[in-house]
């Protein structure tokens, strides 16, 4: 049985994160052997990487940024998603390579040339079967992180510009633009119930 890779992106407070652990609650009472993972911290390793980076007050260069997360993905695809995908199982990452395009190339500023190489190193060619980015305005994130800062502590990531925001945000837009048949565009202003049967659908589809 052959397994299936799904990713969910979109920018910080998007809902994405939500709605992902919706859909494997769903999906595992309908019988599913579902993995549910993470990037940066899929792994052991990832997690430390994680804390180094978002948790850490120390500066960070946008080159090292970019790195980390190489390695973090270098080592989450051969170790978990891989071999997960080989015994059948779906695995469902919250955020994967689109992201390093997004906030790396679109935020940073990065070469698009050397974001490819760099991702193409770290996965090895491997590519999700469906990735849903759930899109919301640059204001409406801005106010849904302020509500989470309130409940829990921020991240490095945080702290970016509504500027930074905008150009991760076309970033991602112009990945559904140049890939439609694996990356969906879901429009994340709308009830949490709604995007629900929206995601259900899509997911549907492809394990049918």
Same mark, same amino acid.
């Given at each position: 049985?052959?397994?299936?890779?799904?990713?969910?992106?979109?920018?910080?407070?998007?809902?994405?994160?939500?709605?992902?652990?919706?859909?494997?609650?769903?999906?595992?009472?309908?019988?599913? @052997?579902?993995?549910?993972?993470?990037?940066?911290?899929?792994?052991?390793?990832?997690?430390?990487?994680?804390?180094?980076?978002?948790?850490?007050?120390?500066?960070?260069?946008?080159?090292?940024?970019?790195?980390?997360?190489?390695? @973090? *993905?270098?080592?989450?695809?051969?170790?978990?998603?891989?071999?997960?995908?080989?015994?059948?199982?779906?695995?469902?990452?919250?955020?994967?390579?689109?992201?390093?395009?997004?906030?790396?190339?679109?935020?940073?500023?990065?070469?698009?040339?050397?974001?490819?190489?760099?991702?193409?190193?770290?996965?090895?060619?491997?590519?999700?079967?469906?990735?849903?980015?759930?899109?919301?305005?640059?204001?409406?994130?801005?106010?849904?992180?302020?509500?989470?800062?309130?409940?829990?502590?921020?991240?490095?990531?945080?702290?970016?510009?509504?500027?930074?925001?905008?150009?991760?945000?076309?970033?991602?837009?112009?990945?559904?633009?140049?890939?439609?048949?694996?990356?969906?565009?879901?429009?994340?202003? *709308?009830?949490?119930?709604?995007?629900?049967? @929206?995601?259900?659908?899509?997911?549907?589809?492809?394990?049918?």
């Amino acid at each position: 049985m052959k397994g299936r890779f799904i990713t969910f992106e979109g920018i910080d407070g998007s809902g994405k994160t939500t709605q992902l652990r919706s859909l494997e609650a769903f999906l595992r009472a309908s019988g599913h @052997d579902v993995v549910i993972t993470c990037e940066p911290g899929g792994t052991p390793l990832g997690r430390r990487l994680r804390a180094a980076f978002l948790e850490s007050d120390a500066t960070v260069s946008p080159l090292a940024e970019l790195l980390l997360f190489a390695a @973090d *993905r270098a080592q989450h695809v051969e170790h978990l998603i891989r071999p997960s995908l080989a015994e059948g199982k779906i695995v469902i990452s919250d955020r994967y390579a689109d992201a390093t395009e997004a906030y790396q190339g679109g935020g940073r500023g990065f070469d698009a040339d050397l974001i490819a190489e760099v991702i193409e190193l770290a996965t090895g060619g491997l590519k999700p079967d469906l990735t849903l980015f759930f899109d919301i305005p640059v204001e409406t994130a801005f106010k849904r992180m302020a509500n989470r800062h309130a409940a829990s502590r921020a991240n490095r990531m945080d702290g970016e510009t509504a500027e930074f925001y905008s150009s991760v945000r076309r970033a991602y837009l112009a990945i559904a633009d140049r890939e439609p048949e694996r990356f969906r565009v879901v429009d994340g202003t *709308r009830g949490v119930a709604e995007i629900e049967e @929206d995601v259900r659908q899509v997911v549907g589809k492809l394990l049918n």
